[in-house]
């Protein structure tokens, strides 16, 4: 019978985990763009449709008016995850405006987008990492490192 109730818990356990399928994070760290350093927020959600994750984020950089960056990328990826930790990938289009480091001139261009997250949740639904992220163009790409915060779903 106490085997039966164990496996009762621990199938309800990763049932529940299994059911975490989204996440959103708020972020904020440092960027580098052409050898010029700033400092850059993220917001990011996350969500599984299927077997598949796709993450749509909005980023910018807070310290500098030139060059102005922001950039709206939507990713498909995936993440290996347990009760404490997430690791996840995300690689996709993003759309980035903004101003030339070299003349201030505006621009827009589409570009690869990529983030890599490490989440560590001491916290069963909230959690704190690191991120990696890069938005690589023809006009201005850049490349970045920010600690976010993290909150799941819960269910």
Same mark, same amino acid.
């Given at each position: ?15 529940? $985990?299994?059911?975490?399928k ?5 972020g ?9 350093p ?15 994750f796709?993450?749509v ?5 807070? $310290? ?22 997430l690791?996840?990938g995300?690689t996709g ?7 030339k ?10 570009g ?23 938005? $690589?163009?023809f ?7 920010r600690?976010?915060?993290? $909150?799941?779903?819960?269910?």
């Open positions: 019978c106490s085997s039966d109730l164990m496996y009762s818990f621990a199938q309800q356990d990763k049932d529940s $985990l299994k059911s975490k989204e996440w959103s994070d708020i904020v760290g440092a960027l580098s763009e052409k050898g010029n700033d400092v850059n927020f993220a917001l990011n959600y996350n969500r599984s449709i299927g077997k598949a796709y993450q984020g909005f980023n910018g950089n807070i $310290l500098t008016t030139t060059p102005y960056l922001s950039v709206i990328n939507l990713g498909i990826g995936d993440r290996i995850f347990d009760r404490y930790f690791l996840s995300f289009v993003g759309f980035m405006w903004g101003n480091t070299e003349n201030g001139a505006p621009f827009s261009t589409i690869l987008a990529t983030t890599i997250q490490l989440i560590l949740k001491p916290l069963k639904d909230l959690g704190i990492g690191i991120e990696l992220y890069s938005n $690589l163009n006009i201005q790409s850049n490349t970045g490192l600690i976010v915060l993290s $909150l799941s779903n819960g269910k």
